[in-house]
């Protein structure tokens, strides 16, 4: 990853809302779909048609970062302990009180527009309801941090300071990233960390925050497939993404309808 952080133009930026549109519509299409009996196989396929639909492809299908395999699926769905880059597979079938994050990154004339959000199949439990709704509260409290001039860091601490607080856990091994024409670039923006530490924020980045909080311990570990991260110690993990730009007086969420 390069350590060179872009700064987009106006043309550039409406390319990012555009396909940050998409991706939300994405994601608002899928979520109909979430319900017991349903396979994580057939909310890819599902993806793939409704991407095909709107002049789009996916960003994951294909992507491979230095030493990987490619990833073969159209969107990742990470499932209960999985903490991220889930693959799709028709053999797995949700039940009634799983969790489900689906990451979805549609690519439009370009640009990548990239999203999740954790749904419930079926009815959770008062302790996973509560999980993943603080885990969308450390999403909300991120962005608010983001403005000229504010830290990286700044994004990081409010995250850790409001999930430790319900002795949840943030993830260290994945972050937040650049994006635009690039899937993932600089800046790197950590889910933890000290306010007004690391870079400054200044009008025309654009990056993800993408908060991944766990019940237990934020070690994860790496199935055989090479792409799936789950818990290390086998709890839940939760996680809610969003495209950000930085303005002039502040922060505009690009992958929202």
Known sequence: ???????????????MRKVGR???????????????????????????????????????LGYKPAGM?????????????VVCHGIPSARQILVDGDIINIDVTPVLNGYY????????????????????????????????????GKRIGDI??????????????????????????????APQIPHFGERGKGRR????????IEPMINMGTWRTKILKDGWTAVTADGKLSAQFEHTVLV????????TKV
Do not use: W
């Open 156 to 185: 990081g601490a409010a995250i850790q300071e409001h999930a430790e607080r319900f002795g949840y856990s943030v993830v260290r091994e994945f972050v937040g990233h650049g994006v635009g024409k690039v899937f993932h670039t």
């Open 1 to 15: 990853m390069s350590e060179h952080i872009y700064i987009m133009s106006a043309e550039e930026i409406e390319g």
């Open 69 to 81: 395999t490619p990833f073969p699926k159209s969107i990742c769905t990470s499932v209960n302990d």
């Open 113 to 148: 527009g990239d999203t999740s959000r954790t749904f419930f199949v079926g009815t959770p439990s008062p302790e996973v309801r509560q999980l993943v709704e603080v885990t969308e509260e450390c999403l909300k409290l991120g962005i608010s941090e983001v403005a000229p």
């Open 201 to 208: 924020f200044v009008p025309g980045m654009v990056f993800t």
């Open 22 to 60: 998409l991706a939300a519509r994405l994601l608002d299409h899928l979520k109909d779909m979430v319900r017991p009996g349903v396979s994580t196989e057939a909310l890819d396929v599902a993806a793939v048609k409704f991407t095909k639909e709107h002049g789009a492809t996916n960003g994951p």
């Open 247 to 254: 303005t002039d007086t502040g922060v505009e969420i690009l």
